[in-house]
């Protein structure tokens, strides 16, 4: 940020400078130039005629919104060429905000504005940001300037870009002198001014500071400082990613059920560290399930080719009979036992139907199954396949749907039932 | 059976269903009639999870550092039959050392953030916000297969 400020003033002088020539006599240019040296040797004195020059500057021109708008209208044009040859990365729309308010600034000769930026000035080398910025500042309160206050919003700066219309420059311009102004705030005293100012603009402002560094990053995403925290630029990074950090946490808070309860980096950590242990073991043993369970699929991958399945059929449902009496012992599968005596009574006989019947059943069974129960191991020693399917087609279309909708399949076939 | 739901043919889900099930389909057929003794269950179980965590990560591609690893870490398995865990392991650990001390920004993680490093797979090479990241989605991914493969046992199991 404090790149942009100095460009900003820099670019801000240059325009002004152009503009001054433009309308002004050359005793005034001169004036400037000797003020913009004389800012940079030292700052107090040359400041106070810089302003008293912008001060006549905007004297020149009438006052009021018209005018205002007149000259920042004019303004706008005036930095592009000076940008251009300047660091080009700073937008535009910094220059020509700081541009258009600073000579207005001048025209209402805010003397205790200059007083706080010479004490800013001092604290802060390159002083004319923050001189530019408090006198902005002070225009806009004087002003009252309802332009700043609507267009303003918060911005998070990344690069400067350089095409801008110019509602985006009022908005600009609003920040920059924010920015300016937050910026000073930190090195120096905070003064009503920059309080009111705070004040007046969005509550978004308050918090935001800009970023004071000594190194300039112009490739760093530019993240604002909350008021009264560290401005230092490890510090802020640091502040970024933390949180970056407890946004993740937050996200994991809802991915994990139970989480909601627990407060804390590292209790929510230990849950997560619970949670995915859990769900790799559950895997674990679900594919020791499927394994077990391949055994009895062996006439099914048969089934699945299409061969002859009555016999093995058969052997299924002789020992599907005795399973009702293990299955009653766990009451989660008490539902399925009407299921299984109604699959074993349904008999041989009855061929492909009562296959297709008892696998419709099977999957509406399954699907009532609760979650819970699946893991209990008991279960599946005892638990027999019924895949009487005449139909790869059907099964595998049945263990599809299955797998996909569940529930949902299951309560649409037990109406079948 | 009319499916009310039309199923999204690209979504995680129902990548990982067509792969698992064929690669189900796959074991099954290599050993058509197997004996119930405990090392064939084993090895079938082996081969299941394996294929379980195949699918999962191919149905990811390479769109996640985790499933990257877990990838890398089946194809390696896979064609050296040797511990190339423990080299890939080491070299890993080598950038994490650094990475890890110079990303520790006084949060206090160190302990749990290790756990969840080695849980989730490639996790040794990511700095906390990435590992963040990638548990999150690592997690979703765990439920769903884990799901899809309730389901399928199910069908089975009755």
Known sequence: MLQCSDMTVLERQRARLKWQEEHFQQHQQESYFSELSGVFSSQTG?????HQGGLMSCGGAAGGDSVLSDVMMTRQLKPDPGLETAWPELGKKVDMGAMGFGPCGYGNGQSFDMNQAISRTSSCPPAMAAVE?????GNLEKMGLAVGRESFKKRKVEKLQNSKVVAEDDSKRIKASEEEEEESKITGPNTKKSSNNNKETSGDTSKENSKVSD?????YIHVRARRGQATDSHSLAERVRR??????????QDLVPGCNKITGKAGMLDEIINYVQSLQRQVEFLSMKL?????RLDFDIDNLYGKDVFPSCTSNFSTVGNMPPELANHPPYVQFNPIQQVVSGCGVEMGINSSDMALRRTISASVLIPDASLLNTSCFTGMQQIQPSAAWDVELQNLYNVAFTGSIEG??????? | MNNPHHMNPRSLKSRFTTRFLRALTKIRAQKPISSSSPTEIFRRYRKIKVAADKSMAYSVRSRKTWSRAMLWKLRSRSHRRRPVKTKFRQSVMKNTKTTTTTGEDGVGFGVEASELRELVPGGEA?????????TAH?????????????KIADFYSL
């Open chain 1, 46 to 50: 040359h400041v106070q005629g810089f």
């Open chain 1, 133 to 137: 910025a408090v006198e902005v500042k």
């Open chain 1, 215 to 219: 190194v300039q990053k112009p490739d």
């Open chain 1, 243 to 252: 949180e970056k950090i407890s946004e993740r946490m937050k996200y994991l």
């Open chain 1, 291 to 295: 394994a077990t369970v391949n055994t």
């Open chain 1, 411 to 417: 309560s649409d076939l037990k109406m079948e039932m």
């Open chain 2, 126 to 134: 990511m700095d906390l916000c990435n590992l963040l990241d990638e």
């Open chain 2, 138 to 150: 690592y997690i979703k991914c765990l439920t769903t297969q884990v799901q899809v493969m309730k």
